[in-house]
């Protein structure tokens, strides 16, 4: 069974400030991982992906995340926040013929002026 | 390219009532899976179809159940409804062709139960 944990809820940052969303997962085959941002009213937006090869992925919208196996992590940053970076965001994972996406409890994003 | 579109934005029903969501995959996607975005609860896998097939589903009741038609659009039926099945019900799709495993979404149907 895969699970994602997202640590903390809620983060607030100013604007101009690093944006650091955490992301852990457990899975007993090596996953395949995403991020997805959710703005009100509105479905889900893929924000990036990790499937295979290099460890930092690099997403739309400024964001990257790198995968670190030892640590059973995926987190996502921007070295940047923008106004219009106040949303939800998901962390999910899946794998190999698994197909269904697992989704982390999200962290809802706001930004300060 | 158009996205993944779902109908109707809102549904309002009574309990005990059947609500039908309806979905539209991005062209050449053959899979549509079904998420549950529940107050409280979260992102839950509902079911997935590929080529006309279901192929895997959540842990929900058998009343949760849908279909996939010959041009890949989809439909979730929820029968009996109950109050705590109020929710965003969000449709996605994807191509294996891609191997990349990666969903788009779309907007989603606010399903109301009163």
């Known amino acids: 069974a895969q699970s994602v944990t997202q640590l903390g809820s809620h983060v607030s940052v100013s604007e101009g400030a690093l944006v650091l969303l955490r992301c852990n997962y457990s899975?007993?085959?090596?996953?395949?991982l995403f991020w997805y941002v959710q703005y009100p009213n509105q479905g889900l937006q893929l924000l990036l992906k990790y499937t295979t090869g290099a460890t930092l992925v690099k997403g739309i919208n400024g964001f990257e995340a790198e995968f670190k196996k030892s640590e059973t992590s995926f987190h996502l940053t921007k070295p940047s926040a923008h106004m219009s970076d106040a949303a939800e965001y998901f962390c999910?994972?899946?794998?190999?013929?698994?197909?269904?996406?697992?989704f982390g409890a999200g962290t809802t994003v706001t930004v300060r002026a | 390219e158009a996205g993944v579109t779902q109908s109707p934005t809102h549904l309002i029903k009574t309990r005990g009532q059947q609500a039908t969501l309806r979905c539209s995959p991005i062209s050449g996607h053959t899979s549509v899976y079904w998420y549950q975005q529940a107050l409280g609860l979260g992102l839950q896998f509902l079911l997935w179809?590929?080529?006309?097939?279901?192929?895997n589903r959540g842990n929900f009741p058998p009343r949760f159940s849908g279909r996939q038609f010959p041009n890949y659009s989809s439909e979730l039926n929820v029968n009996a409804l109950e109050l705590e099945d109020s929710a965003l019900y969000l449709c996605?799709?994807?191509?294996?062709?891609?191997?990349?495993?990666?969903?788009?979404f779309g907007p989603g149907t606010r399903l109301t139960v009163t």
């Open positions: 179809y590929d080529e006309g097939e279901e192929r």
């Open positions: 996605a799709s994807s191509s294996e062709i891609q191997g990349t495993y990666e969903q788009y």
């Open positions: 899975s007993s085959v090596p996953p395949y």
């Open positions: 999910a994972v899946t794998k190999v013929n698994d197909y269904k996406l697992s």
